[in-house]
């Protein structure tokens, strides 16, 4: 039977790696096997993912879309529960090791405003271990499953002296926790930095994230529209939060050529279906597949 116990900080770096150990022992957890290339591009030092083993999750895929693959989700993908609204599962086919799915317990759209609630479950994470949040804001966006989830990975992507590839051009932002444009990105976007230590109170940490959220879209010219019980996007975008930064891109198109991006592609990280797909991030550039599905700024 499965220990339904709330999520706890002090613990949950240890809970995800024995959950991670049980399902891949019960074949619940199928991670893609991939060969990293590096390469660098307009001052980032992108990292380029191809798959080894994908057709087993298209496979999977098209079995999903008959319907909603986290009502139910797979009890052994189960992590655990994030207060009385969200639960935390396990990717089953992960590219990057623990990553992890925050879901909503009943139906939300995935093109639906994230909610204190949302910053809430983010912040027990963030508070428990090195990593990295984000959210692909619609299918344009990359999102491939209509039921609200959020996702988190641990850091560092890359190496230590580089936990997000993308972070080196946010040092040309100055360092305030003013809302401001990352110059060096050539698109679209708004940033800004957060005080230091935020996720040590996760309940405040959530109030100012949502506030900042808020804020960031307004900023790229994003509307909330009322739609019932429910507040929606008025354009696709991906966000990312780190411990010591939010950043959001809204977005044109989902693929470059047949190369889907999600919000992991603005970390400047990219998973690539085949050999096929990393020749053409190569030839075109990795930034420039961001510009081109990304607004111009």
């Not at 090791?97 to 009943?106: C, D, G, Y």
């Not at 939300?108 to 692909?136: I, V």
């Not at 307004?218 to 909330?224: F, H, I, Q, S």
Request: with cysteine; aromatic share 8%; hydrophobic share 45%.
């Amino acid at each position: 039977m499965d220990d339904h116990s709330p999520a706890n900080s002090a613990t949950l770096w240890a809970t995800i790696q024995r959950r991670s150990t049980d399902a891949l022992a019960k074949g619940a957890l199928c991670p893609i096997e991939t060969r990293c290339e590096e390469v660098e591009d307009a001052g980032v030092c992108f990292t380029l993912r191809v798959a080894a083993n994908i057709a087993r999750k298209e496979n999977s895929n098209t079995q999903h879309r008959r319907g909603d693959p986290f009502v139910p989700y797979e009890q052994d993908l189960f992590v655990t529960d994030v207060g009385a609204t969200h639960v935390a599962l396990l990717n089953k086919f992960s590219v990057i090791e623990h990553h992890l799915l925050v879901v909503t317990r009943e139906f939300e759209d995935q093109e639906t405003l994230l909610t204190l609630a949302d910053f809430q479950a983010l912040s027990t994470f963030m508070a428990a271990y090195p990593a990295l949040a984000f959210y692909n804001g619609g299918e344009v966006a990359g999102a491939s499953q209509r039921h609200k989830h959020l996702q988190v990975i641990p850091l560092p992507l890359s190496t230590p002296q580089r936990p997000v590839p993308i972070e080196p051009l946010l040092a040309g932002v100055p360092a305030s926790d003013a809302l401001a444009r990352v110059p060096a990105l050539p698109f679209s976007n708004a940033f800004c930095r957060l005080p230091a230590g935020i996720f040590r109170e996760p309940v405040a940490a959530a109030e100012s994230l949502l506030t900042r959220y808020r804020n960031l879209l307004a900023a790229v010219g994003m509307e909330a529209i009322e739609a019932g019980d429910a507040v929606r996007q008025s354009m696709p975008y991906n966000l990312l939060l780190s411990a010591d930064w939010m950043l959001v891109v809204p977005r044109s198109r989902e693929c470059y050529r047949n190369i889907s991006v999600n919000a992991l592609g603005y970390t400047g990280s990219f998973f690539l279906r085949d050999q096929q797909q990393l020749a053409v991030v190569r030839e075109a550039g990795p930034m420039a597949v961001l510009r081109s599905v990304s607004v111009a700024p």
